[in-house]
């Protein structure tokens, strides 16, 4: 993987040009670039991925003027200052306008090759840190309930009323309605929103380790435990645990997280001790718990407990009004998500999704919004986009049941991945085509050819 680029000024002409080849001998997965006057060198910084600048503090003409400036444009730049004398002062002047380090003349190679290579595994250290985060957006961090109908005002105030309250509260609606982000919310307005919120969607673990996933084990306690685990109760500790889908757990289960709220203490498989813990426990249900009570399957006084307080979210079908808030919402999150610009919904869109049907709920809708942000080329979502995706194809679907001969099909295929790649990787470099061709590993030419066939303007993404 190629590292940013270096860029030298220095009114020594003869060093940049010295220090230009040996950094280019050593440091060969950086480009190095000399800049004539420290107009140039901005203009470096501002248009390309600039991770060093090597310059000669008296070419800063006032001060550290271009200090600034280069670091306004660019606030991860490592600026290295070339000083006339080494001293504590220059030094402490240096650092403290921001410059990343110092060189005193005459600059030997060893210092140089040494300062810059360090600067450069800063700059990775810093674009690898960039590339996690970008990863990570898109988790749950800042979502809001989203939505004015009376319904969800209603909803919004019940989070409110119960979120200090500290007891159980049972979170009831249908598949993809919302459940989680309710209880998400309820920690996140509650005096633990600092600490842990964590889920557990108790059907997707099988009944023998649901037990020990809760309650934690002791190393040996059973075959495979072969070292000793917390459990999701104490990780929760502080926080949240929201039990999902509780509706279907075992009767034995069942038993031992009675006990375990009403003494606040559990005890851990295979051990002797009790432990203490502070964890607020929701469940959600989009099962009718009721019935469970009269036939037996679920115990009541559990039931009980878990609802001290109750939640009922609403299905989409009882709040259309919502749907074209929430349609635009969960796009412009999916086009986030995938690194591109936000895309409008067409009118004639919310229209269609207003009147249709969402047995999946919410979830339903934030899935069909993720494949439209993927497929639909332009900035506008389109009734066409949507009928393609709804049909269960992605892709150029004009003649709906044909297969096309599969030259053409696989050329479609892949200029619409295209076409998504280079948004996303364009938008993660903020249009910097450099950057984008040294993170996709292609040239900058291949890269530049293949934007332009896909008439992608890089300007939109500055
Ligand atoms: N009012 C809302 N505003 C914004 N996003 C929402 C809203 N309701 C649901 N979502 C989103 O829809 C998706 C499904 O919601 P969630 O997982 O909370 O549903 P659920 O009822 O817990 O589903 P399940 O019963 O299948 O577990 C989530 O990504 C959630 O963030």
């Known amino acids: 993987m190629q590292d940013g680029v270096i860029v030298l000024l220095d009114r020594d002409r003869e060093f940049a040009r010295h220090a230009a080849s040996l950094l280019g001998r050593k440091r060969p997965h950086a480009p190095v670039k000399i800049a004539a006057n420290a107009r140039e060198a901005l203009e470096y910084v501002r248009d390309e991925d600039v991770w060093v600048l090597v310059a000669d503090e008296r070419l800063a003409e006032v001060g550290h003027d271009i200090l600034a ?11 290295i200052l070339l000083t006339d004398e080494a001293s504590l002062e220059k030094a402490v002047q240096a650092l403290r306008a921001g410059a990343y ?30 590339r996690l985060k970008r990863k990570l957006s898109g988790g749950h961090g800042e979502q809001i309930l989203v939505g004015e109908s009376p319904a969800m005002r209603r909803l919004r105030s019940a989070v409110a009323a119960v979120a200090d309250a500290d007891y159980g509260v049972l979170i009831r609606g249908e598949s993809g309605a919302g459940k989680e982000l309710v209880a998400r919310a309820i920690h996140g307005q509650s005096r633990r929103k600092s600490g842990p919120f964590v889920a557990i969607n108790c059907p997707a673990i099988p009944e023998q380790l649901l037990e020990s996933e809760l309650f934690g084990h002791l190393k040996g306690a059973f075959t495979g435990a ?18 999902d ?22 005890r851990p498989l295979g051990g002797e001790q009790t432990v203490r813990f502070d964890t607020r426990i929701l469940a ?7 019935a469970k009570l009269a036939d037996g399957s679920f115990r009541e006084d559990l039931f009980h407990r878990l609802n001290v307080l109750s939640i009922f979210v609403s299905p989409l079908r009882d709040r259309r009004e919502d749907i074209p808030i929430l349609a635009q919402t969960l796009l412009s999150a999916a086009c986030r998500e995938i690194g591109l610009p936000v895309k409008e919904i067409a009118p004639e869109v ?35 986009a949507v009928r393609q995706i709804e049909a269960g194809n992605g892709l150029d679907g004009e003649d709906q049941g044909r297969i096309a001969p599969y030259k053409e099909a696989k050329e479609s295929v892949l200029r619409h991945f295209t076409a998504v790649y280079l948004r996303q990787i364009l938008a ?28 992608i303007r890089t300007s939109q993404y500055r």
């Open 69 to 79: 400036q280069a670091l306004a444009v660019a606030p991860d730049l490592a600026v």
């Open 101 to 130: 380090d110092f060189l005193a003349r005459p600059v030997a190679d060893g210092p140089l090759l040494n300062t810059v290579g360090n600067a450069l595994e800063r700059g990775r250290l810093l674009e690898e840190n960039r």
């Open 226 to 243: 072969v070292r000793e685990r917390k459990g999701l109760i104490l990780e929760a500790q502080g926080g949240t645990l929201l039990l």
């Open 245 to 266: 889908e509780i509706g279907d757990i075992s009767l034995a289960t069942q038993t031992k997280l009675l006990r375990c709220l009403q003494e606040r203490e559990l």
């Open 284 to 290: 959600s249900t989009n099962q009718n718990l009721e």
């Open 350 to 384: 919310l229209g269609y999704l207003a009147t249709r049907q969402w047995p999946g709920n919410v979830r339903e809708m934030q899935n069909i919004m993720r494949r439209l942000a993927v497929f639909t080329e332009g900035e506008t979502v389109t009734m066409r």
């Open 428 to 455: 993660s470099t903020r249009g910097n085509v450099s950057a984008a061709a040294r993170e996709s590993g292609l040239s900058r030419f291949a890269l530049q050819e293949l934007i332009k066939k896909a008439g």
